[in-house]
């Protein structure tokens, strides 16, 4: 007779555990077990209307010799005076050096707004120096021809003294002195002046009138002084 040879599973260890042993075992809170309860990722059994989720024994042994590790949160560095006092003496550097660089390109500004100007003073001093010699060539132009005109005025102004004319008054007895024949005619005295300015003007270049010891005589035997006399 052939004898098989029966191989008997293993039947699987189970445990149950309730609400709050998984919760603690598992590090899960109750309404994740519910969770997984209604969804059916969980095995479960209902006895003596009390839950009992079914795991594993293997499951269990491994949890219990490898406990889950807890994600802790690496621990601030604690702030002292000596970190403060470091990073405010960092900030001061770089806060100096800031400045320190604020103060070059100030600088640097300040120069060149100084060679501007002093760019623009020199365009400036050029430009009065050529007006400068420009005028001084013109006014000195100009005093060459006064010169030249006054020379020509003396000659004009200072002519040589016409020679007076001697004559005999008691004589003659038709020859008078202006002033003295401007006052016998019936004229104000601001028309005899015109009349006298009119005779001394022209006196020099009119044979008409004679000149005697400062003084002017006319000769109507002679001449005719009607356009001299007449206002």
Same mark, same amino acid.
Do not use: C, W
């Given at each position: 007779?052939?004898?098989?040879?029966? *191989?008997?599973? /293993?039947?699987?260890?189970?445990?149950?555990?309730? !609400? $709050?042993?998984?919760?603690?075992? !598992?590090?899960?809170?109750?309404?994740?077990?519910?969770?997984?309860?209604?969804?059916? #990722?969980?095995?479960?059994? *209902?006895?003596? $209307?009390?839950?009992?989720?079914?795991?594993?024994?293997?499951?269990?042994?491994? #949890?219990?010799?490898?406990?889950?590790?807890?994600?802790?949160?690496?621990?601030?560095?604690?702030? #002292?005076?000596?970190?403060?006092?470091?990073?405010?003496?960092? /900030?001061?550097?770089?806060?100096?050096?800031?400045?320190?660089?604020? %103060?070059?390109?100030?600088? =640097?500004?300040? $120069?060149?707004?100084?060679?501007?100007?002093?760019?623009?003073?020199?365009?400036? /001093?050029?430009?009065?120096?050529?007006?400068?010699?420009?005028?001084?060539?013109?006014?000195? @132009?100009?005093?060459?021809?006064? @010169?030249?005109?006054?020379?020509?005025?003396?000659?004009?102004?200072?002519?040589?003294?016409?020679? /007076?004319? #001697?004559? $005999?008054?008691?004589?003659?007895?038709?020859?008078?002195?202006?002033?003295?024949?401007?006052?016998?005619?019936? @004229? %104000?005295?601001?028309?005899?002046?015109? *009349?006298?300015?009119?005779?001394?003007?022209?006196?020099?270049?009119?044979?008409? *009138?004679?000149?005697?010891?400062? =003084? @002017?005589?006319?000769?109507?035997?002679?001449?005719?002084?009607?356009?001299?006399?007449?206002?």
């Amino acid at each position: 007779m052939f004898r098989g040879v029966h *191989i008997q599973k /293993e039947k699987r260890k189970e445990m149950k555990l309730t !609400f $709050d042993e998984y919760s603690k075992k !598992f590090k899960m809170s109750k309404e994740m077990i519910s969770s997984k309860l209604r969804a059916k #990722t969980l095995d479960y059994v *209902i006895e003596n $209307d009390i839950v009992y989720i079914i795991v594993d024994d293997e499951v269990f042994q491994e #949890t219990k010799q490898k406990p889950q590790q807890q994600s802790i949160a690496p621990a601030k560095p604690r702030t #002292t005076v000596a970190m403060v006092l470091s990073l405010y003496q960092k /900030e001061n550097l770089q806060l100096k050096e800031k400045i320190l660089q604020l %103060e070059k390109k100030i600088d =640097k500004l300040i $120069d060149d707004k100084e060679q501007m100007l002093r760019d623009e003073m020199s365009k400036i /001093e050029k430009v009065y120096a050529s007006k400068d010699e420009q005028l001084k060539q013109v006014l000195e @132009l100009l005093n060459t021809k006064l @010169l030249s005109q006054n020379n020509n005025t003396v000659l004009d102004v200072e002519p040589l003294p016409k020679a /007076e004319q #001697t004559i $005999d008054l008691q004589d003659q007895n038709q020859i008078v002195e202006l002033k003295s024949y401007l006052k016998t005619l019936d @004229l %104000e005295p601001h028309q005899r002046k015109i *009349i006298k300015k009119r005779f001394f003007a022209v006196y020099d270049s009119d044979v008409r *009138i004679i000149k005697q010891n400062g =003084k @002017l005589y006319l000769d109507f035997t002679k001449y005719d002084y009607s356009d001299l006399l007449e206002y």
